[in-house]
C-alpha cells in the first residue's frame, strides 16, 4: 500500500513544504510528529543549502552510530581504548528560520548535546569549548595545540572528512613555530581571543615545556614531512576520516604524512540519514564497503547504470526500487529513504555499487555521482553548474568580438586550500587570432564565474577552504591538440567530445603547453 500510494520524490517536490514550515506554517503538513530543527545539508537547492526536517526522536536515533562506529573500531584496532582521540571538529553558525526554527550542520548540534558532552568527548583531546568556538581559527589552533601537548597519550587521530584533515595539516605547516613557543613559554597567543577557548586552554597549558617544544621544533623543522603524523604522535593506531568518494582525492597526502599509519573511513551518511558503517575499518582505503544499518531508515534502491548515471528523472518511473535485502551484489543503485522524520520516499542522489552482505543487509561502496565534476572539501560542482556559469562569463567577451571556443577545468588539490582551474581557448570572431588579453576584463570573468557556482563552493571560497579560481588562456588549437591525445589513447574521433573536466594529469599538461595568459579572481570573496 505504501508503495503505490506514496510516490518517489525529490528535495524540490517536498521544497514548497519545507519553505511553508521554514515560515511558520506547523510541521504537521508535512509529519505528525513536531519538527525540532533543520540540518542544513552540503547539497544545495537553487543555490541555497537544502533544509532537512529532523524530530527530536530521529536525532536521538541518530546519535547511535558514532558509538557504533567507535565500538567497531575498538574492536578490530588494538590499543584504541588505552588513550585519547585527537579528533578536529568543527561548527558552524546556526542559521534561524523566519519561523524561530535552528537550521544547522548535524554536526554542529550533536556537538552541543549532553550525550556528546558526557559520551565521546571525553575521550577526546580536545576540549569541548575549542570545538563549539565558532572562530574556526581559534578552534583549529587550540585543538592542534591540545594534541601537542598531550602527545603521548594520543591512539587516534581524526576528521569527520579528509579534507579536514589535509586543512590541517597545512595550518601546521604555517602555526608550528608559534605553537612550539606557546608550549616553551606556557602562554597562549593573544590572538586567542575567545574567552571560552583561554578558560579551556588553561587547564591544558599549564606552565612551561621546553623540552616538549624543543622535540616537536626538531621534527617539524625536518625538510620533509613524510611520516610526520607517526613522529608528532607515536602511540597513534589510526588515522580516521572519510576517504571514499571525492574524498579520495586526499588519501596520497593522508598516506604521505601519515607515514604508514592505517587510514579509516568509518561511516557514509548523509544529513537525510545515516546509511551505513564500515565493519572493516582496516581495509585499504580504496577498497572499503559500508554496511547499510537497516533500522537507520526505510531504505530502497533505484537501480541505475552501472557508471552511476541513469539518473534523470524518468529513471525514479522506469525502473522500479528494489529493496533492501533483494540488491545484487555488482549493481549500482541510487539510494531512497523513508526517515523517521518527513521524508517519505526521498532520493537522497548518493550512488553505491553492492559489494556484498552482512547477514542479510547490504554492503556497498560509495560512488561520486557522475554529473559531479569538480570537487574541493565538500563542494560538488556538476557540468551544469560550471556551464551555466561559464555561459553567463562569456557574455562579458562577446561585445568584444572574443569568442570563447571549447573550454576544460580540473580541481587543483596540490596546494593547500586547492582551487579550480579553468581552461578556455579563446579567438577573435572571424578570424583565427588571439584576442588581446584585457587583465581587468578576464579578471571580471573569474568573478562572475563564482559568482554563479552554488552556496557550498561560496561558502568554502569566503571561510578560506577553496582559493580563487584562476583562469588560463590558452592559444587556438590547443584543444584540437587534446583531442589527437585522447585519440591516441583509443577515443573515437567521431564521438569525441572535449571533456569538461581533466582527470588526466598529461592532459592538464598538454593544455598547460598551449597557454597564453592565467589569471584569478579576487583573492578574498565577500
Ligand atoms: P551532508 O548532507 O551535508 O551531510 O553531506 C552528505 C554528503 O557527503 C553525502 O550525500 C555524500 O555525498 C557525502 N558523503 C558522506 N559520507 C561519505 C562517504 N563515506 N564517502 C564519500 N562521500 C560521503
Sequence with gaps: NFKTNVPIVTYEDIKPY????????????????????????????????????????????????????DLVMKKCISGLDQGKSFYLFFVKPDMETPS??????????????????????????????????????????????????????????????????????????DYWKELCSNIRTGYLSDWIADPACRNAMSSILT????????????????????????????????????VTGSMSQYIPLLEFYGGGIPLVSPNCGSSEACFGINLKPLSKPFDVSYTILPNMAYFEFLPVNNDGGGMSHETATVNKPVDLANVKIGRYYEVVVTTLAGLYRYRVGDILKVTGFYNKSPQFQFVERQNVVLSIDLDKT?????????????????PLGIMLTTYSSYADTSLTPGRYVLFWELKMKGSNDLPKLDAKIMEECCGIVEESFDFTYKSLRKGGVISALELRVVKHGTFDELMDFYVSKGASISQYKPPCCLKSEE?????????????????TMF
Excluded: H
Design 507 to 523: 592532459a592538464v599538461k598538454l593544455l598547460n603547453l598551449g597557454m597564453v595568459g592565467t589569471f584569478f579572481s579576487p583573492k
Design 207 to 242: 606552565g612551561p615545556e621546553p623540552e616538549l617544544a624543543d622535540l616537536i621544533q626538531q621534527i617539524c623543522e625536518d625538510k620533509s614531512w613524510e611520516g610526520i603524523i607517526k613522529e608528532l604522535w607515536p602511540e597513534v593506531k589510526c588515522i580516521s576520516s572519510i
Design 100 to 173: 524561530g526554527l535552528m537550521a544547522s550542520l548535524y554536526t554542529t548540534s550533536y556537538f552541543k548535546t549532553q550525550i556528546f558532552k558526557n559520551g565521546l568527548a571525553k575521550f577526546c583531546t580536545s576540549p569541548i569549548d575549542t570545538i563549539l568556538c565558532l572562530d574556526n581559527k581559534q578552534s583549529m589552533y587550540c585543538q592542534l595545540l591540545t594534541g601537542l601537548l598531550l602527545r603521548d597519550e594520543v591512539v587516534r587521530i581524526g576528521s569527520s572528512f579528509a579534507s579536514v584533515l589535509a586543512r590541517s595539516i597545512k595550518f601546521l605547516e
Design 382 to 398: 556538476t557540468e551544469v553548474d560550471l556551464s551555466n556559469a561559464i555561459t553567463k562569463a562569456k557574455l562579458v567577451l562577446e
Design 18 to 69: 519545507i519553505d511553508r514550515i521554514a515560515n511558520g506554517e506547523t510541521s504537521s503538513i508535512l509529519f505528525a510528529d513536531p519538527i525540532t530543527q533543520f540540518i542544513q545539508s552540503t547539497g544545495t537547492s537553487e543555490g541555497k543549502p537544502k533544509l532537512i526536517p529532523m524530530t527530536a526522536e530521529s536525532f536521538e536515533k541518530r546519535m547511535v552510530k558514532p558509538l557504533l562506529v
